[in-house]
């Protein structure tokens, strides 16, 4: 019996932490070409979304995990944004010459290669959505 209630206990968990987790419920599904990236963004007509993180940078993971796990900013993207991320790391001459200053910086361009938004630094969901709806504005006009 104790090892029953003991398999249910540990099966609860696992879903609290699924249904809780924002990542588990909010899959973006980043490219990681650039180029690749870029000719959907055009091709769909779609603004671009680079995100630009770094190995060891906190804000970076929790702006991966906090913000990009939020399920209403993931869904955002999937529909309207070609996402891709960069890690800095491996990319150095592309971070120089997106002239990124601090970690994460996050940078929308139109398919047109306007430049629409920079955010240098984390932003939480709320202030992220706010800014891909005022993205989504500027890309179409």
Not at 45 to 67: A, E, H, Q
Request: overall charge positive; hydrophobic content about 45%; glycine content about 4%.
């Amino acid at each position: 019996m104790k090892r029953r209630n003991l398999c249910i206990a540990c099966l609860a968990a696992i879903v609290l932490f699924c249904v809780a987790h924002p990542t588990a419920a909010a899959e973006i599904g980043w490219s990681t070409d650039l180029d690749d990236a870029w000719k959907q963004a055009v091709t769909q007509n779609r603004p671009l979304l680079i995100f630009v993180s770094s190995p060891g940078c906190k804000y970076c993971t929790l702006m991966n995990r906090d913000t990009y796990g939020d399920a209403a900013v993931a869904a955002q993207i999937k529909r309207s944004f070609v996402p891709v991320v960069i890690d800095a790391s491996r990319s150095g001459r592309l971070v120089r010459e997106l002239k990124v200053q601090a970690f994460p910086t996050t940078l929308v361009v139109s398919p047109r290669s306007v430049l629409i938004d920079r955010l240098e630094g984390y932003a939480p969901p709320k202030q992220m959505k706010q800014r891909l709806v005022a993205a989504l504005e500027l890309s179409v006009k």
